[in-house]
């Protein structure tokens, strides 16, 4: 079993940029897949980014393409999204999760705590 640890939320103003960061633990793999999720206060949780295991494939939801940014470091476990232009609909709680399937978005699991990201005015 994976554990999923992220880091590096917080509160920015508009347009500024954050760095999530996601540590594995456990049974890692470069194989798996992983991906960032959000929910917002009273919305579903929803698709950020994925990327594949060897890290070549990479997706973004429309509402974040040209702005965020995912990457991985296999040495160290380790998978990390760039947020730049950040706007006040990013506020959200940010989860990491892995899938041994990077094409169906629904086996993607074994969450982390997330990390909250708070974008103000």
């Known amino acids: 079993q994976v554990q999923l640890v992220e880091s590096g939320g917080g509160l920015v103003q508009a347009g500024g940029s954050l760095r999530l960061s996601c540590a594995a633990s456990?049974?890692?793999?470069?194989?798996?897949?992983m991906g960032w999720f959000r929910q917002a206060p009273g919305k579903e949780r929803e698709f950020v980014a994925r990327?594949?295991?060897?890290?070549?494939?990479?997706d973004y939801a429309d509402s974040v393409k040209g702005r965020f940014t995912i990457s991985r470091v296999n040495a160290k476990n380790t998978v990390y999204l760039q947020m730049n232009s950040l706007k006040l609909e990013d506020t959200a709680v940010y989860y990491c999760a892995t899938s041994g399937n990077y094409f169906d978005l629904r086996a993607f699991g074994s969450w982390g705590q997330g990390t909250q990201v708070t974008v103000s005015s």
């Open positions: 990327i594949s295991g060897s890290g070549a494939l990479t």
């Open positions: 456990g049974r890692t793999s470069s194989t798996y897949h």
